[in-house]
């Protein structure tokens, strides 16, 4: 499968680090996809502190994945456009507003996220896979770190306009406006912008969890790890606030809760 991935993607630089290659692997550590055009970053398979922070020291939890690309940024709308011509839907399906081709794709159901991923070769991502995307592997509070929110990071609610980034509660923005904010590994606006869609449902239910938070959320719901039963939503379900980004798994490990990292 690793294979016939990488024979479906394009090798670009990194631009955050200058490097071309994974020292380990020797993969590319940023592709495009073929299909559209879509920047992708290596995540490294292995164990990661999973999860909100332990009452006690020695409780950390522990998640582990395979080795997958992700998305660098949400799906824009030029995408989205160019798949709904593609099977011949009118790009009139796009919900009119003042949303430009590079700000997020929204009101697009679980279902409609997983058809534009079988059309690229990809799909959406499981929440443990998405968490590790968007927090490394040291079990950080935000996709940058330790530092409090701010407007150079993320599109988040504001109670003030002292950065010219944000305005309050503006709505979605431009897909990688705050690259201050990137992960580790190099996704942008994991944190704000808008929800994203998962792959797997949340608990015992038939609804399908989102991560990440939007513009309209502020504090703990801001947090990498955050969660909850409220932020989970039917398959069908349309949503301003709802986006979605893929994944292309490379060595077919499903992401699963460990014990411990060793």
Same mark, same amino acid.
């Given at each position: 499968?690793?294979?016939?991935?990488?024979?479906?993607?394009?090798?670009?630089?990194?631009?955050?680090?200058?490097?071309? +290659?994974?020292?380990?692997?020797?993969?590319?550590?940023?592709?495009?996809?073929?299909?559209?055009?879509?920047?992708?970053?290596?995540?490294?398979?292995?164990?990661?502190?999973?999860?909100?922070?332990?009452?006690?020291?020695?409780?950390?939890?522990?998640?582990?994945?395979?080795?997958?690309?992700?998305?660098?940024?949400?799906?824009?709308?030029?995408?989205?456009?160019?798949?709904?011509?593609?099977?011949?839907?009118?790009?009139?399906?796009?919900?009119?507003?003042?949303?430009?081709?590079?700000?997020?794709?929204?009101?697009?159901?679980?279902?409609?996220?997983?058809?534009?991923?079988?059309?690229?070769?990809?799909?959406?991502?499981?929440?443990?896979?998405?968490?590790?995307?968007?927090?490394?592997? /040291?079990? #950080?509070?935000?996709?940058?770190?330790?530092?409090?929110?701010?407007?150079?990071?993320?599109?988040?609610? #504001?109670?003030?306009?002292?950065?010219?980034?944000?305005?309050?509660?503006?709505?979605?923005?431009?897909?990688? #406006?705050?690259?201050?904010?990137?992960?580790?590994?190099?996704?942008? /606006?994991?944190?704000?912008?808008?929800?994203?869609?998962?792959?797997?449902? +949340?608990? /015992?239910?038939?609804?399908?969890?989102?991560?990440?938070?939007? +513009?309209?959320?502020?504090?703990?719901?801001?947090?990498? +790890?955050?969660?909850?039963?409220? /932020?989970?939503?039917?398959?069908?379900?349309?949503?301003?606030?709802?986006?979605?980004?893929?994944?292309?798994?490379?060595?077919?490990?499903?992401?699963?809760?460990?014990?411990?990292?060793?």
């Amino acid at each position: 499968p690793g294979r016939f991935w990488i024979s479906a993607l394009r090798h670009n630089i990194d631009e955050k680090t200058g490097s071309h +290659y994974d020292e380990l692997t020797g993969l590319p550590l940023v592709v495009e996809r073929e299909v559209d055009g879509a920047p992708m970053v290596l995540v490294p398979a292995g164990p990661f502190i999973y999860g909100p922070p332990p009452r006690y020291h020695d409780e950390k939890q522990w998640a582990t994945t395979g080795l997958f690309y992700i998305d660098r940024y949400e799906i824009t709308r030029a995408r989205f456009r160019a798949f709904l011509i593609s099977q011949s839907h009118s790009s009139d399906e796009l919900e009119p507003c003042f949303l430009t081709d590079d700000h997020p794709m929204t009101r697009v159901s679980w279902h409609m996220a997983q058809a534009f991923g079988k059309w690229v070769g990809a799909r959406l991502p499981y929440e443990i896979e998405w968490e590790k995307a968007a927090r490394g592997t /040291d079990g #950080r509070t935000y996709p940058w770190g330790e530092k409090e929110p701010s407007g150079h990071f993320a599109n988040y609610f #504001r109670d003030d306009n002292t950065n010219p980034l944000v305005t309050i509660s503006q709505g979605p923005g431009n897909v990688g #406006r705050h690259r201050e904010g990137d992960s580790p590994f190099g996704a942008a /606006d994991m944190i704000g912008n808008v929800w994203e869609w998962m792959l797997n449902t +949340y608990e /015992d239910s038939d609804h399908h969890p989102v991560r990440g938070s939007s +513009y309209d959320d502020f504090g703990r719901g801001l947090k990498v +790890y955050y969660r909850h039963e409220g /932020d989970s939503h039917p398959p069908n379900h349309l949503s301003r606030e709802i986006g979605f980004r893929l994944v292309i798994p490379m060595d077919g490990k499903l992401p699963h809760i460990i014990d411990s990292p060793m």
